[in-house]
């Protein structure tokens, strides 16, 4: 490929665009259904390039999932169409042996002269405007100066990362849900920190990002759960009791992979810690993006006695049939319904039906991001059970958590459940 590239950089006057295109649900189809079935994938979508582009001066497949379509400089305007024309290719369905395999795909675009000196340059210009669509999930992104810069920043937080998880550098700040009638404590999210010697204090949502790009989120996820359980086996072993779930968030990946499950079951049996114990919170999006693997890890995990949450409620489509499929225990109102929450106002008619859904369902509701008394007294009147905020505490380290909010065993009124 590179050598009939290099072809078109003969004639120094000519103008030349590139379109860097990666698949993005193709590795999981060649796992789960087999290579014959991504070989398939990778023809179908060969021939329908060839048959949306009959004008490109090359298109070619790198290996992998990857595939360039070279032109002659064509006007701004047509870029953008021509982008879109492939992205509707890479997203139609792909038929199989009777299954719909969905695909979707993310662009790069680069310019000769403009972006670069040479054919080899002009193909890393495309390939980095790609990981920048892919990274900010904007299907198409158009190359420019600082993108370089921005992906070897990133590679490096992702070589801090590494080293983070090699080291046992990373952390997890503990905030309580608080029961709104009575003000106790009923559970705990574990929150993901890093403060790192180089980068100093790195986002969750950043780690998270990287970790997914740079494919260490497998285990990051499992050393989310072993630091659970750990937080949990030392608060029990210093004679303290822990009567409610420890929830952890837990990404899409972990569901399709099964890794989630796994990682409970050993750590569990490594620290001592019962699956009750364990709540693992999951946004709706999450349960969208592929919901039958998710339904199926889920009902494992429910069956070791893993709580279910709904995260973000209210911020995606809000499916009732997935609230039905999932069972969850638990459904948290998302933060933006609560700032802005006073008699009359539209968050308020919809927290008050979303209370309304949930109890319902039979699930607990715990409205997010509380901030004042206001809020939380009325979150109570319209029967909330439970709140998390601000109000009540900020994430704390569990030492500090445990001082403030956990009790002996011989002080309580109730055993571990």
Known sequence: MQQHLAKA??????RLHLFYLD????????????????????RVVSNRLAASMTDARLIARLGGDEFVVLHDAINPDRVVLDAERLLTVLSCPIVIDGRRHLIGGSIGFARYPEDCTSSEELLQAADIAMYDAKIRETGLSIYNADMKSRIEARQRISERLALALDEDALSLAFQPFIDLSSDSLIGVEALLRWVDAEL???PPAEIISIAQEYRLLRRLGRWVVAAACKAIMGWEDKGLAVPFPT?????????????ILRDITDMCEVYGVRPEQIEIELTESIMLKAPEDARQVVLGLQKLGVKVAIDDFGTGYSSLALLMQFSADKLKIDNSFITDLFADSPSFKIVEATIALAKGLG???????????TQADILQRLGCGAGQGFFFDRPLPAKIFSERWLKPVAQTEFSPA
Request: aromatic letters at 8%; hydrophobic letters at 35%.
């Open 9 to 14: 950089f003969q004639y120094p006057d000519r």
């Open 200 to 202: 100093g204090n790195v």
């Open 247 to 259: 929830s952890i968030n837990v990404a899409a990946e972990q569901l399709e992979d099964g890794s």
């Open 363 to 373: 699930c607990i509701v715990v409205a997010e991001g509380i901030e004042t008394q």
């Open 23 to 42: 698949l993005n649900r193709f590795k999981q189809i060649n796992d789960t259904f087999g290579h014959a079935t991504g070989d398939e994938v990778l």
